[in-house]
């Protein structure tokens, strides 16, 4: 809505005085939030789209950082201002005025660093002047940073230009030297760099080896490239050991299959083909044909014991089953004699 009317937007995700507005500036969200605006301004059907820009916070670390320079980068925001306020307040000697009760005054500073909220004014100045000098190498030459928090004399605008900030943004100092801070700042600037026949835009950067701000941040690519390689390495170890561990058990798959398949051998107890206990005996099969008798034996007469059967090959001999045929003749008929079976029947007389 405002776009057509406007030169630069200002992304802030920096304030601290709303809840969760901070966790903006993480990578993945930030970057995702960027492109979005970017692609939102894209659209705009005028001559001249505004400019985007994203307001960061000094409380982040040289890591947060790099993620911010790289969501800046890969979104196509045009610039960063460095930085918003801040809610740290341990180690800015804070008091609100001077007493003449020293212990007055001790309670006055455990009091302000009690406090919530961001904090502005000079107290910021140098950890968004820190900030701002972590931040510059990381973003190449063609994305300006504009250097903001506790500025309040021309001094302070050419620290920020030093470390590499294009342009400056006042807020709090015009509170206490009113309206016409801008033109103050203005004058105090000029006759400094009248002193050495200077200009602002040579002072861009003058701290950084021989007036280069950047894109120079080889040690943070160093020690990303070896994170990167050890994780690499860590990952292939570990692929490794999954692929052994793999191999192993096909192994052991594979030798449990066989030995399920394997059936060894029954083991005989004599010669005649006999097995264990428990196991059958051998077939035979008694017959009677014409008043004789054939008993039929089956099994493996002359065999071999099971451990040489096992291991030698079988011998080339006949073990078709032996028939043994027995004639046994009916035996005569005794002739019976009737006197003598009187007799017997008889009554006994002695003689």
């Known amino acids: 809505m405002l776009g057509p009317y406007a030169d630069v937007v200002v992304i802030n995700v920096s304030s601290p005085n709303t809840p969760g507005l901070r966790a903006l500036q993480g990578k993945e969200i930030l970057e995702k939030l960027l492109k979005d605006v970017v692609q939102e301004r894209n659209r705009i059907a005028v001559d001249g789209l505004p400019k985007i820009a994203v307001k960061v916070a000094c409380d982040l670390n040289e890591e947060e950082l790099g993620d911010v320079a790289g969501a800046v980068r890969s979104s196509g925001v045009e610039g960063v201002i460095v930085s918003n306020t801040t809610i740290r307040r341990q180690g800015l000697g804070l008091k609100s005025c001077k007493l003449v009760s020293i212990f007055l005054d001790l309670e006055l500073i455990l009091a302000n660093q009690s406090q919530v909220g961001g904090l502005s004014g000079r107290p910021l100045f140098p950890l968004s002047l820190i900030a701002l000098k972590t931040l510059r190498p990381l973003l190449p030459p063609s994305i300006p940073i504009i250097g ?98 793999e191999d192993t058990a096909s192994l052991v798959r594979k030798a449990e299959e066989a030995l399920r398949q394997f059936k060894p051998p029954q083991p005989r107890d004599n010669l005649l083909g006999s097995t264990t206990e428990g196991a059958p005996a051998p077939d035979s099969d008694t017959s009677e044909s014409n008043g004789s008798t054939k008993t039929i034996t089956s099994g493996n007469v002359g065999g071999v014991p099971a451990l040489l059967e096992s291991v030698l090959p079988a011998p080339a001999a006949d073990f078709a089953p032996i028939v043994v045929e027995e004639d046994v003749q009916p035996q005569p008929k005794e002739e019976v004699d009737e006197w003598r079976q009187t007799v017997q029947k008889g009554q006994r007389r002695l003689v």
């Open 148 to 245: 903001c928090g506790g500025i309040s004399t021309g001094q302070d605008a050419l620290e920020m230009a030093n470390a590499g900030a294009s342009m400056v943004q006042l807020y709090t100092s015009f509170g206490y030297r009113g309206v016409g801070t801008p033109r103050l700042i203005k004058d105090e600037i000029t006759a400094q760099l009248a002193t050495t026949k200077s200009s602002w835009k040579q002072s861009i950067g003058t701290d950084y080896k021989d007036g280069k701000m950047g894109w120079t941040d080889e040690d943070r690519f160093k020690k990303t490239n070896e994170a990167l390689r050890k994780e690499a390495e860590g990952l292939g170890e570990l692929l490794k050991n999954l692929s052994d561990k």
